[in-house]
């Protein structure tokens, strides 16, 4: 790598992790890593530059085929779940790409979270490719592309403190430039200091915010208030920085908090109707082919391998984002709600999310 | 409820996708549309093959010219809105998949292959992938018809689009849904794809062009 790449790279990777909410887009179409040959593992990805980068990097030593699918610069987990990485985007990537002039077999793997807007059985049936949902994490990837083999620890989603801290940079950035920018017309000297106190609201927010408990929207307003408040007038500030101070941490907390479904997978969502609705299971239909247990993100199935059936042993833990509905084969799991209404798998499998997380955007 | 208003705006795409490219393109869209529809059809009865039929705006005019059309798009609810302005019984097919999968469809068949404003939104891969498999699909003599947003030839009026397109981009965004990149060599990639180029028209400064192709011998 020539110093020029790596300082562009590096440049990107802040850039991009500081405004990652909006799409960046990179070429869609066929790359290789390492000297892939006809026998090669062949996977597949969305075209957001920032995964595409670092799933490459993530493959360094290893030999395979990178199928960039055009989902317009968005996210897998988004674009699977808003109906842009869909079955459509992953077959026309797969005939057009030119990856099956390159190996002899047929088989690709996604990235588990595409799994809530990729029918893997279509995909086959529309272009002979055979889908397999690989690990959730890129660094995952050469341990399961070395033993074959996807470990409870590949499929389950994380939220670590890395993690978080990129959540809270992509927020802190885009509100630092809107309250920072307010400043500058009302009370310039307090632009700085304002724009630290949103980085540290988005901090804390996506850090010790879950363990504030109940009222925690109040509490954290409250106290980003009072500091806010509190240096404000402490350093001499006008009454028009004094209103700044006071509104900033009000407004971002109500950004803060409002519920973004889908800003992380472990985000369940409490302002919509969809929050009563509850996964459910038709154990006689189950036939164990595993597949909710392979894409769930939330490890909600234990195999029960001498019935070969699967058991929703942990549902609490569901976030509802309907893998394990849409990969089923026999229909056997879908979404009821207390009244005992149900929401059917093929709607699942059809309406996808729109910005609000809710289920209205058909997609297939 | 405002965010139910907003709401209501994102999802209605496809109602507000015509008057929406109608506003961006200040009207040309029509006139685009209709040079298309007189391109690909030459006499009722012809069989046109329609690659990202969208809310069927070419396909009214192709059925105005007396043409069979089997008609492709992705989108379910684009689908939906094109149907919605036929009565039963028309002779059009509709197929709901990708245009990367006009190859199972039968090879020579067609009079002619129409693109109109689809080939934006591809890669380009797909794009090229697109192209050699629609000039299959032409019968001896056919035509492919091309319509889409491309780079203006010439310094000044490129530098020209280069600056509208930025409120451009965000204008289609909030009208259509969607951004689209202006494809960069159109002749280029028709010749890729085994075309001749036989005719061109241009609309808004070079910014929207037509190109009537054949294969090559």
Same mark, same amino acid.
């Given at each position: 790598?020539?110093?020029?790449?790596?300082?562009?790279?590096?440049?990107?990777?802040?850039?991009?992790?500081?405004?990652?909410?909006?799409?960046?887009?990179?070429?869609?179409?066929?790359?290789?890593?390492?000297?892939?040959?006809?026998?090669?593992?062949?996977?597949?990805?969305?075209?957001?530059?920032?995964?595409?980068?670092?799933?490459?990097?993530?493959?360094?030593?290893?030999?395979?085929?990178?199928?960039?699918?055009?989902?317009?610069?968005?996210?897998?987990?988004?674009?699977?779940?808003?109906?842009?990485?869909?079955?459509?985007?992953?077959?026309?990537?797969?005939?057009?790409?030119?990856?099956?002039?390159?190996?002899?077999?047929?088989?690709?793997?996604?990235?588990?979270?595409?799994?809530?807007?990729?029918?893997?059985?279509?995909?086959?049936?529309?272009?002979?490719?055979?889908?397999?949902?690989?690990?959730?994490?890129?660094?995952?990837?050469?341990?399961?592309?070395?033993?074959?083999?996807?470990?409870?620890?590949?499929?389950?989603?994380?939220?670590?403190?890395?993690?978080?801290?990129?959540?809270?940079?992509?927020?802190?950035?885009?509100?630092?430039?809107?309250?920072?920018?307010?400043?500058?017309?009302?009370?310039?000297?307090?632009?700085?200091?304002?724009?630290?106190?949103?980085?540290?609201?988005?901090?804390?927010?996506?850090?010790?915010?879950?363990?504030?408990?109940?009222?925690?929207?109040?509490?954290?307003?409250?106290?980003?208030?009072?500091?806010?408040?509190?240096?404000?007038?402490?350093?001499?500030?006008?009454?028009?920085?004094?209103?700044?101070?006071?509104?900033?941490?009000?407004?971002?907390?109500?950004?803060?908090?409002?519920?973004?479904?889908?800003?992380?997978?472990?985000?369940?969502?409490?302002?919509?109707?969809?929050?009563?609705?509850?996964?459910?299971?038709?154990?006689?239909?189950?036939?164990?082919?595993?597949?909710?247990?392979?894409?769930?993100?939330?490890?909600?199935?234990?195999?029960?391998?001498?019935?070969?059936?699967?058991?929703?042993?942990?549902?609490?833990?569901?976030?509802?984002?309907?893998?394990?509905?849409?990969?089923?084969?026999?229909?056997?799991?879908?979404?009821?709600?207390?009244?005992?209404?149900?929401?059917?798998?093929?709607?699942?499998?059809?309406?996808?999310?729109?910005?609000?997380?809710?289920?209205?955007?058909?997609?297939? | 409820?405002?965010?139910?208003?907003?709401?209501? /705006?994102? &999802?209605? =795409?496809?109602?507000?996708? +015509? #008057?929406?490219?109608?506003?961006?393109?200040?009207?040309? !869209?029509?006139? $685009?549309?209709?040079?298309?529809?007189?391109?690909?059809?030459?006499?009722?009865?012809?069989?046109?093959?329609?690659?990202?039929?969208?809310?069927?705006?070419?396909?009214?005019?192709?059925?105005?010219?007396?043409?069979?059309?089997?008609?492709?798009?992705?989108?379910?609810?684009?689908?939906?809105?094109?149907?919605?302005?036929?009565?039963?019984?028309?002779?059009?097919? /509709?197929? &709901?998949? =990708?245009?990367?999968?006009? +190859? #199972?469809?039968?090879?020579?068949?067609?009079?002619?292959? !129409?693109?109109? $404003?689809?080939?934006?939104?591809?890669?380009?891969?797909?794009?090229?992938?697109?192209?050699?498999?629609?000039?299959?699909?032409?019968?001896?003599?056919?035509?492919?018809?091309?319509?889409?947003?491309?780079?203006?030839?010439?310094?000044?009026?490129?530098?020209?689009?280069?600056?509208?397109?930025?409120?451009?981009?965000?204008?289609?965004?909030?009208?259509?849904?969607?951004?689209?990149?202006?494809?960069?060599?159109?002749?280029?990639?028709?010749?890729?794809?085994?075309?001749?180029?036989?005719?061109?028209?241009?609309?808004?400064?070079?910014?929207?062009?037509?190109?009537?192709?054949?294969?090559?011998?």
């Amino acid at each position: 790598m020539t110093a020029a790449t790596i300082v562009r790279n590096s440049v990107l990777e802040v850039l991009q992790t500081a405004f990652r909410l909006v799409p960046w887009p990179t070429e869609a179409g066929l790359r290789s890593v390492g000297s892939p040959d006809e026998s090669s593992p062949v996977l597949l990805t969305c075209n957001y530059d920032l995964t595409v980068r670092r799933l490459l990097a993530a493959l360094e030593g290893c030999d395979a085929w990178v199928v960039v699918a055009a989902t317009r610069g968005i996210n897998v987990w988004c674009a699977a779940a808003g109906g842009h990485m869909s079955t459509h985007q992953v077959v026309s990537a797969l005939k057009t790409s030119g990856v099956a002039d390159r190996v002899r077999h047929r088989n690709v793997i996604l990235p588990q979270l595409a799994a809530t807007g990729v029918l893997a059985l279509d995909v086959f049936r529309r272009c002979r490719w055979r889908v397999r949902f690989g690990p959730v994490a890129a660094a995952d990837l050469p341990a399961y592309l070395g033993t074959g083999e996807k470990t409870d620890e590949m499929r389950r989603v994380t939220f670590p403190l890395s993690d978080r801290l990129q959540m809270a940079a992509s927020w802190a950035a885009p509100a630092s430039i809107a309250f920072g920018g307010l400043a500058l017309f009302f009370a310039p000297a307090w632009a700085l200091p304002l724009c630290a106190l949103v980085t540290a609201m988005a901090v804390a927010a996506f850090t010790v915010f879950e363990r504030l408990g109940a009222h925690r929207r109040a509490i954290l307003a409250a106290a980003f208030t009072a500091i806010s408040l509190g240096v404000t007038l402490l350093f001499g500030g006008g009454l028009a920085a004094a209103a700044t101070a006071a509104f900033t941490p009000l407004l971002m907390t109500a950004v803060l908090t409002f519920d973004y479904e889908g800003t992380t997978p472990l985000e369940g969502g409490s302002h919509f109707e969809q929050r009563k609705w509850t996964i459910t299971l038709d154990s006689e239909r189950c036939e164990g082919v595993y597949r909710c247990w392979e894409v769930c993100p939330e490890a909600c199935f234990e195999k029960l391998e001498d019935t070969r059936k699967v058991e929703l042993a942990h549902d609490d833990r569901c976030i509802r984002c309907g893998a394990c509905v849409v990969q089923c084969p026999q229909d056997a799991l879908f979404f009821e709600d207390s009244d005992g209404a149900r929401i059917e798998p093929d709607v699942i499998r059809t309406y996808k999310l729109n910005l609000f997380g809710q289920r209205s955007v058909k997609a297939l | 409820m405002s965010s139910l208003a907003l709401m209501r /705006w994102l &999802e209605g =795409t496809p109602d507000r996708y +015509d #008057a929406g490219m109608r506003a961006l393109t200040f009207g040309r !869209v029509d006139r $685009l549309h209709e040079a298309v529809a007189a391109a690909a059809v030459e006499k009722p009865g012809d069989a046109v093959l329609e690659i990202g039929c969208g809310t069927g705006s070419v396909t009214v005019l192709l059925r105005a010219l007396q043409a069979r059309v089997t008609a492709l798009d992705q989108a379910p609810e684009m689908l939906e809105q094109a149907r919605a302005r036929f009565a039963p019984g028309e002779p059009i097919e /509709w197929i &709901e998949r =990708t245009a990367s999968e006009i +190859d #199972a469809l039968p090879e020579g068949a067609f009079r002619s292959v !129409v693109l109109s $404003l689809c080939l934006s939104d591809m890669s380009r891969s797909e794009r090229a992938f697109v192209l050699r498999e629609a000039a299959r699909r032409l019968a001896p003599g056919g035509r492919l018809v091309v319509a889409d947003e491309v780079h203006s030839r010439g310094p000044i009026r490129r530098a020209l689009q280069q600056l509208w397109r930025i409120p451009q981009a965000a204008l289609a965004w909030l009208l259509v849904g969607t951004v689209s990149s202006p494809i960069p060599d159109l002749t280029g990639e028709l010749e890729a794809a085994g075309l001749v180029v036989l005719e061109e028209k241009e609309w808004l400064f070079g910014s929207l062009a037509l190109a009537v192709a054949e294969r090559s011998a």
